[in-house]
């Protein structure tokens, strides 16, 4: 029978974070301070791993959001650019919105790693973690050159689906698509070199590694898209290339990282093919795979959907979603600090102290994502006027902030229940919730609205809180029974 024990309550016995000991554990945070966080107070242990995976998320989110800052000053006509009408906003959209199903691939297989990591270092099994990692990075090598091989090589073709044959943006985003589809084997080894680090609780050394990555790119970007001194002008193409060096460059550091030792694990093979640790990898993965997938195709036909309303309407939906990426992102970085604290704890034979930790860290998230939701509410003009161009666009991004931020402080608890069944190895339970709440209920819930009432677009952006809501309730309700408990990995 499910634990029916009401919610416990947060631990009170934990000393009290006054602010200089916030401040002191913030900065032992960012240094790499290795802790054991299977016996630290439970608000300590969640501030040492979220500050770093808060700042490494948000610097995942940077790349996007960069590239939509640059390629929108092409239509501004800055350093001589020939404006393309949103047709280039457009296409980095709809090609995210593709690349979006390698985001979950690699995602999916990075829980699965960190859930396995995790539970090794609790049992102090190091070389046991180490030897996962090697095998999950091989992992990564076939399943990203599998898919990024056909990938680039129908680019234009998907792009071409996405966009209902709009031949401006084929035109024009075509280059950016295939390079983006290329880079599939670099992204799907930054995430799960990323899930290693973040299991053993070394979440500094991902965020060292995306610094330098978002660094190269913010260097980049500009030089590449208009062409400025020895470089190539490019345009929304040139986003594309400057993501890929600034990633590809981060891959050989996280090499680099694993095996000089620099955290807890130190991986003696940095790539190891054996085949049966590899199909338990990807058998504990499947879940999470599916899990992003199914919420990135919803995300995929949503964007479809949006574009029947036009160019205009698709770039604003674009700019507006990065945006809210970027200021969710840092509340996915809480969230994996839980399934960090879920996994070791449960590895340590604690699973009381875990489910304490998932309530705890949820409040964290929720009071984070409503600070965010009162700043898209009240103030949305200043973001969007900084990163959209044309009047129209700005409408359709001002639509979208303020709608989905509706729903921030529940996407929160959504978010931390979802890492915390993952990081106990239980994936099938947030998988059918997934199903549900994405299929069965966003995409039809979108369609009627969008297209068979008189809100338009905006009755497919109502669409995702509403279901994001109801994501939430069913999560935090099937985590009060305690089944992902008694799961063995």
Known sequence: MHDTNPLP???????????RSFWRHVVGSLRGEAHDYTSLPLPTAILLLAVPMVLEMGLESLFALVDIFWVNRIDDGWFGATPTHGAAVAAIGQTEGMLSMVYAIAFGLGMAV???????VGEGDLPGAGAAGSQAIALGLVVGGLLGAPAAWFAPELLAWMSSGNTNVIEVGSGYARWSMASTVIITLLFLQNAIF?????PMLALKVLTVSNGINLLLDPCLIFGLGPFPQLGVEGAAVATCIGRTIAVGYQFFLLTRGSGRIKLERVVHFALRPMLKVLRLSVGTIGQFLIGTTSWLFLTRFVNEFGEQVGAGYTTGIRILMFALLPAWGLANAAATLVGQNLGAGRPDRAE?????????????????????????EFIVDAMASGEEVKVHALATLRICASGYVFYAWGMVAMQAFNGAGDTKTPTWITVWCMWCLQLPLAYTLGFHTE???????WSIPIAETVFAV???VLFRRGR???VKV
Do not use: H, I, K, Q
């Open 9 to 19: 309550a947060p631990p009170a016995a934990a000393p009290p974070v006054g602010p």
């Open 356 to 380: 304490r930790a998932v309530w705890l860290t949820g409040l964290y998230d929720m009071a984070l994502l409503a600070v965010v939701t009162v700043v898209m509410e009240l103030f949305p």
């Open 114 to 120: 960190t859930a396995l990591v995790a539970r090794r």
């Open 198 to 202: 973040r299991g053993a609780g070394d």
């Open 484 to 486: 992902w408990r008694t």
């Open 455 to 461: 809100l338009g677009p905006n009755g497919v952006f």
């Open 474 to 476: 069913v999560s935090v």
